[in-house]
């Protein structure tokens, strides 16, 4: 125990040389600067400063590198409370009562929250790690593939917590997400599934687009529809108090945030689950266990927004654990890390556990030091942030939409990325309106690809004795209780099984019935052509599909016999508190004082201006595409002033400019131009 305690104070000197401390300081800016962006991440940071740790000693990389992993996620959740438009993955479950906070005036408070308890979470991911690193080695090794599918399983069965008063919706939702997951080439036999002849969909669909279709742009797009800004000045309360009342939620609900942040330290420990679920099932978790969760989350609860961050903020001291003792990257990002130790002479394994073990100690203080950093930067500047809630839309999503289409992107760097982005947009706005919640089909998503690919390793490696191992019997166990428990609630609040059949009448279609019926649709189709392929190749997406066309048909059911009298009862008993009120999981809408006809045209208009965006950029390119679209909507939308227009349009030009083209080096798809230049040099006689 005393070479432990001596390492952690020689790791304490270490880094606390100073131009050590400079370079951290210069991580934790550029993890800042790259949260921000919606779809950029760390992994690009990352890989952007590697090339500038080849001179330095272990220590002050490391410091540097860390410093950017470790504040990637402060910056996530900046867009997503004041614009409901999340950046990333890790920031989604974060807009669903950030985002409803800032609407009514409170999106300092849940800044202020998101900020401390992403740093209460960061350091307890950094003690979690210093304290597990000595006995985390046999705990790791006892983690299998069994494991790892039952882990997530149960993710999956968050998706009854995260439907609201819509688990049959939550359900098909997430079916369709783990078929999206599966698109591409089988691992197992080769079979191309549903990728439409194009090569783009082999390797599968990237998660970044997916999620700024699915999260981002439906917000963006009712912000328009609204034509005002998220919300009003005089609604808004003093910044610097609601920051202030933020941290002391933090403090007043200080066991969920230790929960929470153990559960994103634990899972994100455990190599093969991606991080993008951790804040979900930290999320799901708030919503199960906390007093009145089931009535308030989603509507603006500063505890969904401490659940989220608290966990999202504690993974990379986690991450760190396999990296370091095994050698095995639990991210993309950790594998650029990896890539790091192997440049400067770090060997994982046990050496980093004993010759190497006071830079072990480090990296937990750079990862410890940098949260505080990271934090306070954030705390400085928020009040400014929180301002940009109540400027006009016309003003927002300009600059909003063209950072989007670079974030989006950043999944493949091909066309296929925006083409994604849109259909999901277009898809997700859908379904945010006919209310079927959002969270289950990216959940789905992440988690269907484990999923699959787990059970396969798992049954030929184990055979049938996988399903008896102890962890594997304890998560399926909580994952069937809390798949059963929704319904068994909505079985009893309707006085058993033959009240529910005597609230069913004739059917009586709607219009709102066109979404389920567009689902059976879209399902049908993939279940056809998912017949003819190989047997090892199609059980799963069959399993699946056979799911949610089941789910959708008996949501479809549920909503076309529903008794109107039941309604009516269930909706006067709610406002009299005589029974729980559910809620609709997902950010909700708020141009429901519009007609459907006045918001389907508006949203229109959105999407338009996304397709001649798109238009311009295979024409001219992207860049040269900024001014023109800022400059265009900002007069077409609102008139504004030229004294605006002019000096937005420059500045985000250059700025795009500098970042991604001379910084980053992005490389931009081909254009109509550039191909048709060297054809008319070619072709056409000068003269």
């Not at 599968?204 to 529809?225: M, S």
């Not at 900002?634 to 700025?655: H, L, N």
Request: hydrophobic share 50%; net charge neutral; glycine share 10%.
């Amino acid at each position: 125990m005393g070479d432990w305690l001596g390492a952690l104070n020689d790791g304490f000197w270490i880094i606390m040389q100073p131009h050590r401390m400079a370079l951290l300081w210069g991580g934790v800016l550029c993890g800042l600067a790259l949260g921000i962006l919606p779809g950029i991440g760390g992994v690009a940071g990352t890989a952007l400063l590697l090339p500038f740790t080849y001179s330095m000693d272990a220590a002050a990389a490391m410091a540097l590198l860390l410093g950017l992993a470790a504040t990637t996620t402060h910056g996530d959740p900046i867009s997503a409370i004041v614009l409901g438009a999340p950046g990333h993955a890790a920031s989604a479950a974060t807009a669903l009562d950030g985002y409803p906070m800032t609407k009514r005036g409170e999106g300092a408070r849940a800044l202020g929250a998101a900020y401390m308890s992403a740093l209460m979470g960061g350091l307890f991911g950094a003690v979690l790690m210093a304290v597990a690193l000595p006995i985390v080695r046999p705990l790791i090794l006892f983690i299998g593939s069994p494991e790892l599918l039952a882990l997530a399983v149960f993710g999956i069965s968050m998706v009854s917590v995260l439907s609201g008063s819509t688990p049959l919706r939550g359900l098909t939702g997430a079916c369709f997400g783990m078929m999206l997951a599966m698109i591409g080439s089988d691992p197992q036999t080769g079979t191309l599934r549903w990728t439409m002849d194009s090569l783009y969909l082999w390797e599968g669909l990237p998660l970044v687009p997916l999620t700024l279709g699915v999260f981002a742009l439906p917000e963006l797009c009712d912000l328009l529809v609204a034509r005002t800004s998220v919300t009003s000045s005089e609604k808004m309360d003093n910044n610097w108090k609601g920051l202030y009342q933020g941290s002391v939620d933090c403090f007043t609900h200080w066991w969920l945030n230790i929960r929470c942040a153990w559960i994103g330290s634990v899972i994100g420990a455990i190599p093969g689950i991606s991080a993008a679920v951790i804040d979900w099932i930290s999320y799901g978790h708030a919503l199960k266990t906390e007093k009145n969760a089931q009535q308030t989350f989603g509507r603006g609860d500063v505890r969904g927004v401490i659940a989220a961050e608290s966990a999202t903020c504690s993974r990379e001291g986690g991450a760190l654990v396999p990296t370091i003792v095994f050698g095995v990257p639990g991210s993309a990002g950790m594998a650029i890390l990896l890539g790091a130790f192997l440049m400067h002479g770090l060997v994982p394994g046990p050496d980093m556990l004993t010759k190497n073990l006071s830079i072990t100690y480090s990296m937990v203080w750079s990862i410890a030091i940098a949260n505080i950093l990271g934090s306070g930067l954030c705390y400085i500047f928020s009040s400014q942030f929180a301002k940009l809630a109540s400027l006009r839309y016309s003003l927002i999503l300009p600059v909003v939409l063209c950072m989007v289409y670079i974030g989006g992107f950043e999944g493949k760097r091909q066309w296929g990325d925006l083409y994604s982005l849109l259909f999901f947009g277009v898809f997700a706005w859908g379904m945010k309106h006919f209310k079927w919640p959002r969270p289950p089909l990216v959940l789905g998503f992440i988690l269907g690809a484990v999923l699959e690919r787990y059970m396969f390793i798992s049954i030929q490696r184990y055979g049938i004795q996988w399903m008896y191992r102890p962890l594997v019997l304890v998560m399926f166990a909580l994952s069937f209780a809390s798949l059963l428990g929704p319904f068994l609630k909505d079985v009893k609040s309707h006085g058993g099984f033959r009240g529910m059949l005597s609230d069913l009448h004739a059917p009586k279609p709607t219009w709102q019935n066109a979404f389920p019926v567009f689902m059976l649709c879209i399902f049908a189709v993939m279940l056809r052509e998912a017949v003819t392929w190989n047997f090892y190749a199609k059980i799963i997406p069959m399993i699946v599909g056979v799911g949610a066309v089941l789910f959708c048909s008996l949501s479809l059911l549920d909503d076309l016999c529903k008794s109107e009298t039941h309604k009516a009862k269930s909706l006067a008993a709610a406002a009299k508190g005589e029974v729980e009120e559910k809620i609709h999981m997902d950010i909700g809408s708020n141009v429901t004082h519009l007609p459907p006809l006045t918001i389907f045209l508006r949203g229109c208009i959105f999407f338009g201006w996304m397709l001649l965006f798109l238009a311009s950029m295979a024409l001219i390119g992207l860049i040269p595409t900024v001014p023109i679209f800022i400059i265009a909507f900002m007069r077409v939308e609102a008139r504004e002033p030229w004294k605006i227009v002019i000096p937005m349009a420059v500045f985000m030009t250059i700025f795009i400019y500098f970042l991604f083209d001379w910084l980053l080096s992005i490389p931009w798809p081909g254009t109509v131009l550039g191909d048709f230049l060297p054809w008319w040099k070619d072709n056409i006689p000068s003269g």
